[in-house]
Structure formats: C-alpha cells, structure tokens
C-alpha cells in the first residue's frame, strides 16, 4: 500500500529533486500547505500573504522505503535552523516543517526531531514545525519536476 508524507524545507523545486531519486519513492509533486487561502497560486504564496509553506508531497512504498527514513532525507536536504529562509530565499513560504498525515507519522516526526536536537549537529536551534496535514494544493505544471526538466 502507497503511503505518502509531506515537507518544507525551502524551494519546493531542489526538495522535490531530493526526494524524487530514492529508491521506494513512487512519485512526488510540489505544491503548497500550512496556508488559509483555497487553492493560492505561486504568486499568491510568493506574495506572503496566504500563509503557505512550498512543499514536497512524497507518494512511497513503506516496504521499500520507511517514513523515518525519508524523515532522515529532510533533515539533510535544508537547514533547519533557519526561520523562514533557506539560502537566499527569504519568507515564511520557505519554513521548515513536517506536515504529518497520521498519529504514526505524527509521532515519528516528533521523536525525530527530539534526536536531531540532540544531535549536537546544529549551533542554532531549529526551528522546523510539526503540523497536521490539512489542504495541499498542488503547484501549477510548470513546477512539478521543475529541475529534472530544466538539466544543463
């Protein structure tokens, strides 16, 4: 049975290249999340004022792939301590967070982020939030799969 979970961790389009490669990973599409306005456009979520965080919806295999260990992925693919920023992208739509779909994976995340504060990894202190998942929206096409089609 297909699974899914969902994250944010800075520009939908290098976390979705992230995740899309793994091996149990069914499919991914980018789109937005954590918001209050129905079915935002890139432009709205850009413009600050929906409340979306740009997301990474990850379809996979659990026989092939586990939650904890795409859970291990996310914290590797962005910087965790960084409000609101990742890299030269600046805003609340590039936040770090992990929208759970179940108690399960509600559960994994929080134990995972318990260890990745003790981990003596980070000087900062992360800031990466733990939310239901209510709406995804999914992006309009020319965002899915943005920098596989867009190789040099």
């Not at 499919?27 to 997301?55: I, L, W």
């Amino acid at each position: 049975m297909i699974e899914y979970a969902v994250f944010a961790a800075g520009c939908f389009w290098g976390v979705e290249e992230t995740f899309r490669d793994l091996p149990g990973v069914v499919t991914t599409a980018v789109g937005y999340t954590g918001g209050t306005f129905a079915n935002p456009s890139y432009r709205d979520v850009c413009a600050g004022r929906t409340g979306h965080a740009e997301a990474v919806k990850v379809s996979f295999d659990p026989e092939q792939i586990s939650y904890v260990e795409l859970l291990g992925t996310f914290w590797k693919c962005h910087d965790p301590t960084t409000p609101n920023r990742q890299g030269s992208d600046v805003g609340s739509q590039y936040r770090s967070a992990i929208y759970y779909a179940n108690e399960s994976q509600q559960l994994a995340a929080e134990a995972s982020l318990i260890q990745q504060r003790g981990s003596g990894h980070y000087r900062q202190p992360i800031v990466t939030e733990i939310a239901s998942l209510t709406d995804f929206w999914l992006a309009e096409s020319e965002h899915q799969q943005y920098l596989a089609r867009h190789r040099t």
